[in-house]
Structure formats: C-alpha cells, structure tokens
C-alpha cells in the first residue's frame, strides 16, 4: 500500500498525488476482478481423490446430484420417504432428485445452482430434459484429462484430500505406494482416533500397534508411532480432525488425552499443523445418513485453551456455527499460531460469507484464508470456486475503496500480493515452516 502524499508545488491539485500505478477509484473493481480471475487457488480442504483411489474419487453428474445436501433438499420437495430412497440406485436417485429439485422446482438454493453453473461450464443445456445429454457427457470422460479441465475451469492449481488411515476403502492404496499427483496433496484424518477410540482402536492394534481400549501402558507412545508411519506413507500437508460443538479441552477425555499427549507433540515433531473443524452436531436425523448433520455453537475456550497451552503448534481452524465467527477472529488476534479459514458446509452461502469474510478483513487484515470448497465430488469445484469469486471481488473492491478513501492506495500488484497471500502463501507458509 502506498502512502498518498498532497502535492504542494500546484495547490490547485490537492488531494493524492498520483504514485506510479496507484488506481483511482472506479480502477480498482476491474483490477480486484482480473486478479481474482487470473490467480489460480489451493483448495485447502476437501474430500476428493486423485485418480489412484479409483472409485471413491467421485466425479460425474450422478454423484453431483445424489451430493448429501442435495439429498437433504430433496426429502423436502418429495413424498419419498428416507427409507424407500436408500433402496433405489445411485442413477434413480439421481433422476429423483432431478425430478423433484430441478424440474418440478427452481433450482435456485445454493447447492441445486451449483449444478447448473457445472452444467454450464461444460456447455451442456440446462433445462428439464439436460439429465441424459449430461450422462452422455461425463460417460465419454477420461478421469485424469477430466481432472485437468475442471481444475482448469475452477481456477485451482491444486487441491488438499481428507485421508483416512483406518478406512478400509483407502488403506489398500496407501499400502501399494499411495498417490504421486501433485495436484492432490494428503491430509491425516483422525476422527476415528481423537472421538471414534472406543470403536476404532481394535484397528490399530490390527495393524500392529499395541494399543488397548483405555488407551493405557505402551498407548501414546504407540499411537505416535502409527503417526510416525502414516507422517512417511502420506507425506500429510497436515493432521486433521472435525470436533463436535461440545467439544473441551482440557477434560478429562480420551480426545484431550490423545490430542495434548500424542497427536500435538507428532504435529511438532512433523512440522505441519493440526486442523480443527469444531461445531458439528452428529446425527441429528441418522435417517438422512450423511446429510444427518446438524450444527451447534462451540466453546471456543477449548481453542483459546489449546492455542495458549501448546504455542508451538499451529491450528489451522475453521468453526460451523455463524455464531463462533466473530469470536474465532478475536481469537486469531490473540494468539498469532491460530489461522482461520473457510466458510464450512452451512456457512457456504454467499449472505453468509460475505459476513464472516468482512468481519476477518475488518480485524485480521489479509492474514487468514477465507475459503476452501470441502467438495466431496470433482466438478463442484467449478461452482464453490466460481462463488467464491463473485462474493469476494465486491469485499475486496469495498475494502481499497475505503483505503483509497481515507488517503491510502494500491497498485494492482498490491491486489495481487494481497489475493495470493490469502489464497496460496498463508496456507503454504502455515504448512511448510516447521515447527518451533
Ligand atoms: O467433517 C468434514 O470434513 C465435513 O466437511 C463433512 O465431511 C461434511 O459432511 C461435509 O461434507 N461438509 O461440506
Ligand atoms: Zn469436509
């Protein structure tokens, strides 16, 4: 940013003097936008595959349609019931959907659009008779040129996996030499460690950890050495774990026990940070199976307890209640080893985003990261990406505006700076200096 300075020599020209490059007013919109439309992001947070994984990469206008939150909308513009619709197959459940989401209604929620912009992207039509032209499409694809084009129309250069060393659909891959794309990168998933002990230590123990059920004796250091392996077998960006809105830290919990004693200390050792995915209520409908959650607002003493505790380690934090946001800032203000990002799952809405991404700018400046897609199935990537632009560019746009107004200003390269800082170097800084 460039300090405007008041020419004296003419004084019929008061105000800024124009520094080399500093754009006027009305400039800045159109350069926010180029900049914004020219960057290519990293996806920091997601649940696709690379091609290595084979079918539980999902991708194609089936697994777009049958996606948990178009299920969810779904079963309220349909008589079907829950337990008939888990009987049909992947492709009547898809023209259900279709049927009840984007012919009988408008498609105009934020996930039931999002197909229509992949659609679009595509060049495929997208009125009531485009479902079989769509198939027609995506069945003449192969994956890995696939994956280059829709990377390509989302603007991404890569994106970060949700990897689970106790899934028994993932671990064969891993075992077999794992994955070398560069454009998916690996994240150690722990849910099943950190809140699933009591049903998942069995397989550890599976896999030659000598770990018991109260996690006693040989445990921890055990647990550690099953990071240690998985730290070699993924090469993780870093850990990861999605805690409930009643989540505490410190309690007298199997989570805190394995967090503060084995799972914070590896992140050290590692040098890669631990996310915290904090405010998600499980299971409120079971019936609606992975749509089944629900959101609550958190404690965040637990993070401010955890930030203050362990200040050689990073937490790269997202939280699911709009209620947490502004409170998760103040947090990021206090402590410089905490990094927010994202607007997740519910928050995903432009009214919302724009919300919680002012609110970062007005207090952190451009030290956070403000999005990832947490996209579940390829081509989604299109949409949340192309979201995320046209919600951020007016954001961007009103915050020059405001400097500009009171005096300061920015070239295009200072956009620039500012976009990748938020979108690339905060994440790559976050996830490669080591720790201490
Ligand atoms: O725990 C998580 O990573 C969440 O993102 C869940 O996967 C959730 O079901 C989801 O897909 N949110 O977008
Ligand atoms: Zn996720």
Redesign the pocket.
Known sequence: MHMATTSVKHPEVKGRSRAAGLLGGEQIRSAVEEVLASTQFIDI?T?LFSPAFGKIGLWGIDELLTY??LEAEFFRSSSMKPDNYWKLSKKEKADAIWKALFVENSPISEATRGIVAVLQAFDLPTDASALAEARRFFEAQTIETHIRKVFELAGISSVVM?NDPLDAEEVPTWMNGGQKDSQFQAVL?L?RILWGWSQHWQELARQGYAVDERATGKSVAEVRRFLEDWNARMRPLYM?V?LSDEFQFPDESMTSKILSEAILPSCREFGIPMSL?IG?RRQVNPALR??G?AVGRADLRALENLCRTFPDNRFLVSVLSRENQHELCVYARKFSNLMPFGC??FL?NPSIVEEITRERIEMLGTSFIPQHS?A?VLEQVIYKWRNTRTTLAPILTNSYRLLHNDGGGVTKQDIQRDVNRMLRTNFENWTKLSAG
């Open positions: 947070h649940h948990h939150y949700t998933r849910d990861a999605s995915m998600v992975l749509a959650d997740w799952w995903n947490d579940r």
